[in-house]
RNA sequence: GCGACCGUGGCGGAAUUGGUAGACGCGCAGGAUUUAGGAUCCUGUACGGUAACGUGUGAGGGUUCGACUCCCUCCGGUCGCACCA
């Protein structure tokens, strides 16, 4: 290097990072004093499932970016918390094990260890004094305990319930493992429905109140429209169909407004009432309808071929409004699973119901019309006035609504309702890999919750753990495990043998880290109070739906019950993007898979930490190619140069230039960090090092410049930021300096570019003091040759001035 | 099908509230240094044109003194939901 003076050492990451790792062991720079932190801030990331494969470059992303986040409040002066644990119970592991023919218990202890050791040489900030892991019976001893909480309080309930069934995996499946109707790890296998006895969370008591705490989360829009799409609310009304002979059909519809179109009635195939409404005649056509649209599953007939199929009853019932008599009919567009299993079809306003009649020849007649738009059929809109609707014509949606429910409301005929699309939560897994259900089951008591002091219910060392398609678990075939006597009654009973869903490890884990340290309860009153709820949360955006429902829920629950005092577990989510390769997906079978251990042990991680924040948004991700890394570097050993340059004990002028630019680099990353735009704030340093070098021409700069360079720089590069510190002659770390402060009036450039233009065009730019009058920059643009030309001669007509950037002369 | 987001050089990507399109980096070209290569340093780099200048943010239209930014139509992509009545 040329300009290295003779005594400068190379920089050589390896050295300076092992170096730095070491020293944060011994000064304990990366623990938090949890009792006693006077600000705390908990900086949260999502845990991994310690998979097998190791860190994957995506969780670097994920985990460096939120790591940055902390390092930069930890410089602001807050007392960051920045644990770390892993998800490692659940199916993943279990079929991993299968397939190497081992058990998931020796397995995930070994994923685990390699996963610290490449952290570690990533760089985090982490408090490794909290980490947990879900599969530890420390933790799912409270695991158990929050479902006895929830069993207690009646929230957890079973229920014999159609589930999905993989018959590969050999297991219940959540809605989310299936995939357009096949199992997510088995994309050839078709999911089945299966009616098994389940325990269940009732999500659903709560979807009011979760979906309107939504409104004050700081997360997101795309994060909070999923979650209250998810749960779904609607408004609408039941109506009462009325047979001949009394029978009532009660239908759940949105659009009561357009009762009087209603010109059949359709039940789902599997309606219960659907048997006793055929006719003689009908019966046989009815019964074979039924026989083929239960051959056809649930999930079948969701992705199938949206062809409309059905089959009159035979049967009518009474259009509530118009007194009219409807046909019933089935169909197996209508589902069984949402609002009451029938519908009342509306073909001029619905577009299935369209189809439907025009398949069937059934009657269409239009009761909405849009004065606008003589639309043609169907039109389902909300926009135009009623019309063949009696007393209601000309009136508008928001009119017709609560008129027409009202009206058949006072005569029995409707009731409005509030429906959900969100289910309960089912968390029994027919599984062994996994915290089994604290539950036993007693003849005479039936099922009665472990009593705490009992807790935890280990999770039995056996080998033969292969789940089977008996729909129960592996560890029902434990007799010397599951056969307890009753804790109420003492009987011969026998434990639940089901164990929970993972979803319920990872509701409560951010609860359990900052008090790891009590083996006596599951998390800390005092504590809890101090660092709870997160301040801000990372992770990635497949959980974005259900994990953190689930926790949020859960948190809602134990806020009730008076274990905790909030509600809403995190203040502020952000999910990070994705790093895809050369366009796509990084994934095994295409072969771009990148491993980090290869790039940090070639460039460091400083290196490396910083060229994954500069490939794109962090809230977008970005796409990895291996020649950029290297203008990180360079970048990297230019700080260096500069640092290992500048004169601690002397005093050296600094130009106005530098100054302004070291203002003008402060203000912008603190924005930019402040608002996750990690790879703007990164060409901001970069900007800020190429104005040094081009003032400073390689002579030493001023200690204070470099200091502000690299405590911005820290929380991106903390190793190199270190050694760099250290060498600027500080004995602390760095990361116990201050985030350095901007003066908005030192950022004010002495001279700028005025752009001129003449009718809308860039003409000329002149270089002018900062604060011209609008005049002054008139006479200024129009004094110069190139817009005299540019003008032609004419008068101007227009000037449109924006201060310190443009005139515009309009002629 | 519905909803959300997105489409900018050879590439990754910049561009507070409409106000200099292409910051920063990669790559590439030329030069310096070097026995040579690499590394390093300097200069240039949207496209066309010697130049003046013209043209450019997926396509087409609109609003505006001025549009990557706002509105409409279309095309393409990513993600989520998916017969939810």
């Known amino acids: 290097m040329t300009n290295t003076t003779p005594e400068t050492v190379d920089y050589d990451p390896k050295i300076v990072e092992a170096k730095w790792r070491e020293r944060w062991d011994l000064r304990r720079t990366d623990k938090q004093d949890i009792a006693h932190a006077a600000k705390p801030y908990f900086n949260l990331m999502m845990f991994p499932y310690p998979s097998a494969e190791g860190l994957h470059v995506g969780n670097v992303f994920a985990f460096v970016g939120a790591d940055i986040h902390g390092r930069v409040r930890r410089l602001q002066g807050w007392d960051v918390f920045e644990p ?74 079973k229920k014999r319930a159609p589930v999905n069934w993989c018959p590969e995996c050999k297991t219940v499946l959540a809605n989310e493992q299936v995939i357009d109707g096949f199992c997510e790890r088995h994309s050839d296998t078709k999911v089945h429905q299966r009616l098994l006895e389940q325990w269940f969370f009732k999500i659903t008591d709560y979807a009011e109140r979760l979906l309107n705490n939504i409104q004050h989360l700081d997360w997101s829009d795309s994060t909070r429209l999923m979650q209250r799409n998810w749960i779904g609310k609607s408004v609408g009304a039941e109506l009462d169909f009325k047979t001949p002979d009394g029978k009532s059909v009660k239908v759940y519809t949105t659009r009561p407004d357009t009762v009087f179109g209603a010109t059949y009635v359709v039940m789902a195939p599997e309606h219960p009432m659907a048997e006793g409404l055929a006719t003689a005649e009908c019966m046989a056509d009815v019964l074979a309808y039924r026989r083929a649209a239960s051959a056809k599953d649930l999930v079948a007939r969701k992705v199938g071929d949206r062809e409309k199929t059905g089959v009159f009853t035979g049967s009518y019932a009474r259009n509530p409004a118009t007194g009219e008599s409807v046909p019933i009919w089935l169909a197996d567009y209508v589902l069984m699973e949402y609002g009451t299993g029938a519908i ?22 239009r009761v909405v019309s849009d004065p606008d738009r003589e639309d043609a059929l169907p039109f389902p809109g909300k926009n135009g006035v009623l019309v063949n609707s009696g007393q209601f014509d000309g009136m508008t949606y928001e009119e017709s609504f609560p008129a027409v429910t009202n009206w058949l409301q006072e005569r029995a005929l409707a009731e409005q309702q509030t429906r959900y699309r969100i289910h309960d939560w089912c968390i029994s897994r027919q599984r062994y890999w996994g915290p089994p259900i604290p539950i036993i089951y007693c003849d005479a008591c039936g099922p009665v919750g472990v009593p705490e002091q009992d807790l935890p219910v280990l999770l039995p060392d056996i080998e033969d753990f292969r789940p089977d398609d008996s729909g129960v678990s592996p560890l029902a075939r434990h007799e010397q495990w599951y056969r307890v006597p009753c804790p109420k009654c003492g009987a011969d009973a026998r434990r639940e043998t089901d164990v929970s869903d993972t979803f319920l490890d990872s509701a409560w884990y951010f609860l359990r880290y900052p008090s790891t340290e009590f083996d006596d309860r599951p998390f800390d009153k005092d504590v809890t109070k101090r660092w709870l709820p997160v301040a801000q949360y990372i992770g990635g955006n497949e959980h974005a739906v259900l994990h953190l429902l689930y926790s949020r829920f859960v948190m809602m629950v134990l806020n009730d019950l008076g274990w905790i005092d909030f509600e809403e577990p995190y203040l502020k989510f952000r999910a990070h993007g994705t790093i895809v390769r050369d366009g796509a997906k990084m994934s095994k079978s295409r ?71 070291r203002h003008q680099t402060v203000r912008k990353v603190t924005d930019d960090v402040e608002g996750l735009r990690y790879n703007t704030a990164i060409s901001a340093m970069m900007e800020f090092l190429n104005t040094i070098r081009a003032e400073s021409k390689d002579k030493p700069i001023a200690k204070e410049i470099a200091e502000s360079l690299i405590v911005l720089l820290a929380p991106f590069a903390p190793h190199l930021a270190e050694e760099c510190w250290e060498k600027l002659g500080h004995d602390a770390s760095v990361f116990d300096a201050q985030w350095p402060e901007y003066d908005d009036a030192l950022t004010v450039d002495v001279e700028i570019e005025l752009v001129v233009q003449v009718n809308g ?38 000037t449109i001035y924006v201060q310190d950037r443009l005139v515009n002369l309009v002629v």
């Open 84 to 157: 770390f644990g892993f998800d490692a119970f659940g199916i993943h592991s279990e079929n991993f094990a299968l397939k190497m023919n081992t058990h998931p218990g020796r397995l995930i202890p070994r994923n685990i260890e390699r996963f610290r050791e490449q952290l570690r040489d990533v760089g985090l900030m982490i408090d490794w004094d909290h980490e947990l892991s879900t599969t530890d019976p420390t933790y799912y001893r409270w695991t158990q305990w929050i479902f006895l909480q929830l069993f207690n309080a009646g929230i957890a309930v």
């Open 344 to 365: 009342m079809a509306v073909p001029a306003h619905d577009e299935r119901d369209f189809e439907f009649a025009e398949a069937f020849r059934l009657p269409i007649v």
């Open 591 to 661: 072969g771009n898979v990148v491993n980090p251990d290869e790039y940090i042990t070639r460039w460091g991680a400083d290196t490396f930490r910083m060229y994954l924040m500069f490939l794109g948004p962090y809230q977008e991700g970005g796409d990895f190619r291996d020649k950029g890394i290297s203008g990180i570097r360079r970048f990297l050993d230019r700080v260096w140069i500069i640092v290992h340059n500048t004169e601690t004990d002397a005093i050296v002028e600094t130009t106005d230039a530098i100054v302004r630019k």
């Open 761 to 798: 065009k860039v003409r000329q730019r002149l270089q002018v003091a900062p604060g011209l009058s609008e005049n002054d920059a008139r006479e200024r643009a129009t004094a110069d040759d190139t817009v005299k030309r540019f003008m032609g001669g004419k008068a101007i007509r227009k």
